[in-house]
């Protein structure tokens, strides 16, 4: 079972990015979805995620409006459109599938993760 993450890269402040993640070797379409960032010297955190419809969605408050989660499920893909991003952005971004079918925010309640995707904000 993998996740793979891509489209990281280096863009200016203002600029935008999107990130997509692929499974393979087994379908997460009625699992919940998430992305996580992780900047250098600090712990892991949420950004959004997604639940198994596409129907719920939640974003940490610094990405709300900025951010937007989706999903295809049919082709066992998600998505993390980022716009207007800020140095502030900038961290290794991961992309996990939930145990359960809802939307968490919680890391304890992924048990699948990607190997991350860097993402680069200059001022």
């Known amino acids: 079972v993998q996740l793979q993450a891509s489209g990281g890269g280096l863009v200016q402040a203002g600029g935008s990015l999107r990130l997509s993640c692929t499974a393979s070797?087994?379908?997460?379409?009625?699992?919940?979805m998430g992305w996580f960032r992780q900047a250098s010297g600090k712990e892991r955190e949420f950004v959004a995620a997604?639940?198994?419809?596409?129907?719920?969605?939640k974003y940490r408050d610094s990405v709300q409006g900025r951010f937007t989660i989706s999903r295809d499920r049919t082709k066992n893909t998600v998505l993390l459109q980022m716009n207007s991003l800020k140095p502030e952005d900038t961290a290794v971004y991961y992309c996990?599938?939930?145990?359960?079918?809802?939307?968490?925010?919680?890391?304890?309640?992924?048990?699948?993760w990607g190997q991350g995707t860097l993402v680069t904000v200059s001022s």
């Open positions: 996990a599938a939930a145990r359960g079918a809802a939307v968490t925010s919680y890391t304890a309640q992924y048990a699948y």
């Open positions: 070797g087994r379908t997460f379409s009625n699992n919940g």
């Open positions: 997604i639940s198994w419809s596409g129907g719920s969605t």
